[in-house]
């Protein structure tokens, strides 16, 4: 089985998808590392330096950040900054659209940093992971890369 180490930025309300996710890829003998927090890793913090100390080395662990688009993700503020900072650590980036979700939830970060988007199908998920770049719209179809632009870490 191969294994990589992911950070999934998502909606908490979404948090179901990240086993459903996880499940997908294994059937396909692909094995997802999870850092980032969710309710088997909780955090009770209000005060935003010490949560991005918390999350600036689970997003620097990770090769890649999964970002779960759901319906609601584009109005969370926690993923655009994990996502932004995941761009500034040179990252591969990507956005998986969620049953049901539209191109208009997706989130600005994702739009501007992301390496693929693609719809949930376990074959074009694994092909972003290994950063072979598609960009899809919520129905499938192709879609440009829009804001993407190529990074480098210095």
């Known amino acids: 089985m191969k294994s990589k180490n992911a950070f999934i930025s998502h909606h908490g ?6 086993g459903k996710l996880k499940s997908l890829l294994e059937s396909k003998g692909y094995q997802l590392k999870n850092s980032s927090i969710d309710s088997s890793k909780p955090n009770d913090a209000h005060n935003k330096e010490y949560i991005k100390s918390l999350l600036r080395p689970r997003i620097e662990w990770a090769g890649t950040v999964i970002c779960l688009i759901g319906d609601k993700t584009a109005t969370r503020e926690w993923v655009d900054w994990e996502v932004e900072h995941a761009a500034k650590e040179g990252k591969n980036i990507v956005g998986v659209f969620l049953h049901g979700a539209s191109d208009s939830d997706i989130p600005d970060s994702i739009n501007q940093y992301a390496d693929s988007i693609v ?12 950063g072979k770049g598609t960009f899809e719209n919520s129905d499938g ?3 440009s890369t829009f804001g993407s632009v190529p990074r480098e870490t210095c």
């Open 13 to 18: 309300k979404d948090e179901e998808h990240i």
């Open 119 to 130: 719809c949930w199908n376990s074959d074009k998920i694994i092909n972003a992971i290994e």
């Open 141 to 143: 179809s192709s879609r």
